[in-house]
């Protein structure tokens, strides 16, 4: 009777391992760039709860700036934001690409846009 072999091998494994290793080494380079896209959210989203709806584009863009600094958001900065009328109200749109280097010469693009509507209808 032959003995044949149960189970997973050494070169199973590294066939098996390898992509998971990738995803997961993927996932801690970009981890940095998604914690600053939830900091602008959370920044746009508090200086358009505390703006007046009577507010002009400098006063958001303002609250903005402060929220920036409390929360130390680099990029994108004041100026990367759009503030355009919208109806009663403005829209405030911060739309941006980020790249998180990879290995070598391989890096992930990344793109993010938050819109979020200060006073009037929106």
């Not at 380079?29 to 002009?56: F, Q, T």
């Not at 303002?62 to 600094?69: G, Q, T, W």
């Not at 911060?94 to 280097?101: G, I, L, M, T």
Request: glycine letters at 10%.
């Amino acid at each position: 009777m032959r003995n044949r072999q149960a189970g997973v091998t050494f070169i199973g494994w590294v066939v098996l391992l390898t992509p998971c290793a990738l995803v997961l080494y993927a996932g801690m380079r970009l981890a940095p760039a998604y914690l600053n896209y939830m900091k602008v959210v959370r920044a746009l989203d508090a200086s358009a709860g505390e703006v007046k709806s009577g507010a002009g584009p400098e006063a958001i863009k303002i609250a903005i700036d402060r929220h920036f600094e409390i929360d130390m958001v680099d990029f994108p900065t004041t100026k990367d934001i759009k503030v355009t009328r919208e109806g009663d109200g403005w829209l405030v749109e911060s739309a941006y690409e980020d790249n998180a280097p990879l290995f070598g010469n391989i890096s992930l693009h990344v793109d993010f846009d938050k819109r979020v509507h200060v006073g009037g209808g929106g």
